[in-house]
């Protein structure tokens, strides 16, 4: 089993910042990919930011400037470093990878439980 725990999230006026923190636990053999996902009321769920093995990143147009991802130094975290934060942030924040849990097994993709980021003056 995998599991992927967020921490960090919370309520933040409007220009604040935040730092979103995810970890990978279990029964892993590779990550090739993580990222972040986020969920407003009545919406679907969208790619903020993504991050490869390999260091490349993607953002969503949205959030590009303002927020970072990046990979802890175990490869097992990742981190989103939000700054400027807007009221359109407003969501639920998922934690999203692409496991390998053998070399026999082919990826699959693992969701963290999410975390509230609320942008409110």
């Known amino acids: 089993q995998v599991q992927l725990v967020e921490s960090g999230g919370g309520l933040v006026q409007p220009g604040g910042s935040l730092r979103l923190s995810c970890a990978a636990s279990?029964?892993?053999?590779?990550?090739?990919?993580m990222g972040w996902y986020r969920q407003a009321p009545g919406k679907q769920r969208e790619l903020v930011a993504a991050i490869i093995s390999g260091g490349s990143t993607n953002y969503a147009d949205s959030v590009k400037g303002r927020f970072t991802i990046s990979r802890g130094n175990g490869r097992k975290t990742v981190n989103l470093q939000m700054n400027s934060l807007k009221p359109e942030d407003t969501a639920v924040y998922y934690c999203n990878a692409l496991v390998q849990v053998s070399w026999r097994e082919n990826e699959h993709d693992y969701w963290g439980q999410g975390t509230q980021v609320t942008v409110s003056s």
């Open positions: 279990g029964s892993i053999f590779s990550i090739s990919a």
